[in-house]
T-cell receptor, first 114, second 115 residues
Framework: ETGVTQTPRHLVMGMTNKKSLKCEQH?????MYWYKQSAKKPLELMFVYNFKEQTENNSVPSRFSPECPNSSHLFLHLHTLQPEDSALYLC?????????????FGSGTQLSVL | DQQVKQNSPSLSVQEGRISILNCDYT??????FLWYKKYPAEGPTFLISISSIKDKNEDGRFTVFLNKSAKHLSLHIVPSQPGDSAVYFC??????????????FGGGTRLMVKP
């Protein structure tokens, strides 16, 4: 397995459910990211982790809870979401220094909140 | 308020012709600019970048132009090929002062190259 892998690819959940999105990278990177892409909106940065430490939280509501147990894995725990949280959630990784702007994205999880 | 804007949601071009995708930004602190490309059902992939100390960067068929005074950048694809059909995202960052690994993206432009 190479690159950045996200599971599941699709997720439908009710507002009272708890679910988790998983991301795994096999590129030896030390920075990992969660981005959100809503319909007709730009990609929005949610969280940044460098060496497992969260360095950015872009004013994300607490119903989204990230977890980075090691440099290769990143989770996004979801609970009591709202319908407006329906979006494509993209994970990415990069080097923590140098060309950090070259992000390697996963294929995303398309989330629908009913 | 969006700091990076791509005002054309879509663009259609004939194969072999030039494709020009535009991007405007408002934050004068941005000093590094990038283009990403996204195919359906895949994540975006890095395409080309330019530092604010340059006004042009070329990589094969892809050239990015930066006009700092106008806060405008553009991506030229010459010649355009059907395989270039994708959504193109412009992005910007502040590299100086080690401001953190943050990219600000535009809304994207869907390019369709007709055979």
């Amino acid at each position: 397995e190479t690159g950045v892998t996200q599971t599941p690819r699709h997720l439908v959940m009710g507002m009272t459910n708890k679910k988790s999105l998983k991301c795994e990278q096999h590129l030896g990177h030390n920075a990992m990211y969660w981005y959100k892409q809503s319909a007709k909106k730009p990609l929005e940065l949610m969280f940044v982790y460098n060496f497992k430490e969260q360095t950015e939280n872009n004013s994300v509501p607490s119903r989204f809870s990230p977890e980075c147990p090691n440099s290769s894995h990143l989770f996004l725990h979801l609970h009591t979401l709202q319908p407006e949280d329906s979006a494509l959630y993209l994970c990415a990784s990069s080097q923590d220094r140098g060309d950090w702007w070259e992000l390697f994205f996963g294929s995303g999880t398309q989330l629908s909140v009913l | 308020d969006q700091q990076v804007k791509q005002n054309s949601p879509s663009l259609s071009v004939q194969e072999g012709r030039i494709s020009i995708l535009n991007c405007d930004y408002t934050n004068s602190m941005f000093d590094y600019f990038l283009w990403y490309k996204k195919y359906p059902a895949e994540g975006p992939t890095f395409l080309i970048s330019i530092s604010s100390i340059k006004d042009k960067n070329e990589d094969g068929r892809f050239t990015v132009f930066l006009n700092k005074s106008a806060k405008h950048l553009s991506l030229h694809i010459v010649p355009s090929q059907p395989g270039d059909s994708a959504v193109y995202f412009c992005a910007a960052s502040v590299l100086r002062n080690n401001a953190g690994n943050m990219l600000t993206f535009g809304g994207g432009t869907r390019l369709m190259v007709k055979p």
